[in-house]
T-cell receptor, first 116, second 115 residues
């Protein structure tokens, strides 16, 4: 089955700096890669996702890059703000076998702290 | 209420109790999921239902029993749990079509403590 590794487990940056979180996956059939943000005591919420037919996607201060050959994808947050502090999870999904659901395998999570 | 709701939000139960967790989605989605979130562990997929049919059981012990009476409701029946089952149980739903995955919307979770 799919295995997703996420690094680093904790990341501390100063406000205004950039933050980068990296994930690798094992199943070459995976074709959907979402990133979720979970604030303390709250539910995970999607912040950005990318599909395997795209190499990069941006949404304001957030970007995700995908390298299918190397089987890794990264989250980039620029101009970080204290409200970016949260746990970030990457995930990979394969819809192989003709099933119509997406089985997400999550990384271990990265605790991001942005200091004012 | 909109989105994905879960009840109860907190539950304390003894190892011999039987209880149920409830999830409801108001998004018209066709797929629903149960996840377990423990401290210092990644989100673990437990069960997947698509159009009310269970399509995934991720090697979950039989003391966890899911039920999906329709596409909007999902239950997790609990019995004879162990202390290590204490965790946050998250429900999610998505609209998956044509073999492609789409965003999963999570509920607020049920914080379960087994004593």
């Amino acid at each position: 089955g799919e295995n997703v590794e996420q690094h680093p487990s904790t990341l501390s940056v100063q406000e205004g700096d950039s933050a980068v979180i990296k994930c690798t996956y094992s199943d070459s059939a995976s074709n959907y890669f979402p990133w979720y943000k979970q604030e303390l005591g709250k539910r995970p919420q999607l912040i950005i996702d990318i599909r395997s037919n795209v190499g990069e996607k941006k949404d304001q201060r957030i970007a995700v890059t995908l390298n299918k050959t190397a089987k890794h994808f990264s989250l980039h947050i620029t101009e970080t703000q204290p409200e970016d502090s949260a746990v970030y999870f990457c995930a990979a999904s394969s819809s192989a076998g003709g099933t119509s659901y997406g089985k997400l395998t999550f990384g271990q999570g990265t605790i991001l702290t942005v200091h004012p | 209420e909109t989105g994905v709701t879960q009840t109860p939000r907190h539950l304390v139960m003894g190892m011999t109790n039987k209880k149920s967790l409830k999830c409801e989605q108001h998004l018209g989605h066709n797929a629903m999921y149960w996840y377990k979130q423990s401290a210092k562990k990644p989100l673990e997929l437990m069960f997947v239902y698509n159009f009310k049919e269970q399509t995934e059981n991720n090697s979950v012990p039989s003391r966890f029993s899911p039920e999906c009476p329709n596409s909007s409701h999902l239950f997790l029946h609990l019995h004879t749990l162990q202390p290590e089952d204490s965790a946050l149980y998250l429900c999610a739903s998505s609209q998956d079509q044509g073999g492609s995955s789409y965003e999963q919307y999570f509920g607020p979770g049920t914080r379960l403590t087994v004593t």
